[in-house]
């Protein structure tokens, strides 16, 4: 069957703007059949084994029906490294990266460069993937991490994640809205907690709200900073 680079998108342009459809294919033809950028603008798609071929078909069937490319192909990349993902857990977004980044840089700034050498102790509620705590333990030195969520489910996969990357996490199921003081001290307290009304799920895009998990997007219409407040409430005795 003849495939091109410009018929895959054009099947998702129904569920995805043209540049988001063109940047879901590629990102399948690199992650899942190891073309090069230059590779999938000459065609060699129309090149795969047969097998490689019906695989594709399938695959091209799932995302035409709005499932995320990251849950299709099983991960996604976060900071330089791949996180797996599934259905369970939110898809990590760019501006959690930059979240990271700038836990990172305050770090790294010459205040902290003049403390004492002790471990900085640092909470990440709400991990999912476990993306932050993950990322924040293996690009940040001298650091005990700790992660909660919960969902039995995202934990599983955030834990795996941490032994495939090598990170050292202490996972906890918790539920940050009832979160009580215990013997933990925290000097930095990192989140990416739910904040999408109820009442906008009307305008959210099939892709993201049939597949990713709601419990990690929506909150009530009537109290949207449910989860900064307890996470802020904690904050103050933890």
């Known amino acids: 069957m003849y495939t091109s680079y410009q018929n895959l998108y054009k099947q998702l342009m129904n569920v995805y ?13 690199e992650e899942r059949y190891g073309l090069t950028l230059a590779e999938i603008y000459t065609d060699k798609v129309t090149q795969l ?3 490689d071929a019906n695989d594709l078909e ?20 976060f900071c330089g ?34 403390q004492p050498p002790t471990p900085l102790r640092i909470l990440d509620v709400g991990t999912g993937s ?8 293996l690009d940040m030195s ?22 495939r990357l090598g990170a050292t996490v202490n996972f ?11 013997s933990e001290m925290f000097d930095v307290i990192v989140s990416n907690p739910p904040y999408i009304c109820e009442n906008e799920r009307v305008d959210m895009l099939p892709n993201v709200l049939n597949y990713e998990p ?3 997007l929506f909150v009530p219409n009537n109290d949207p900073l449910r989860f900064y407040r307890a996470i802020a409430e904690y904050g103050m005795i933890a």
């Open 17 to 29: 703007p043209l540049d988001e459809a063109k940047a879901i294919v590629r990102m399948l033809l």
């Open 49 to 51: 084994s047969a097998d």
């Open 58 to 77: 399938k695959i091209m069937s799932r995302l035409t029906k709005g499932e995320p490319v990251q849950y299709v192909l099983g991960s996604t990349t």
């Open 81 to 114: 490294r791949q996180f797996c993902v599934a259905p369970g857990v939110l898809i990590p977004r760019p501006e959690t990266e930059m979240l990271c980044e700038w836990v990172i840089n305050v770090h790294n700034s010459p205040f902290y460069a003049l």
């Open 130 to 137: 476990g993306c932050i705590a993950i990322t924040l333990s």
């Open 142 to 163: 001298n650091t005990v991490v700790s992660a909660y969520d919960i969902s039995s489910e995202a934990l599983l996969i955030a834990r795996d994640n941490a032994i």
């Open 172 to 182: 906890q199921m918790k539920d940050a809205l009832q979160l009580v003081p215990t």
């Open 214 to 216: 709601s419990i990690a």
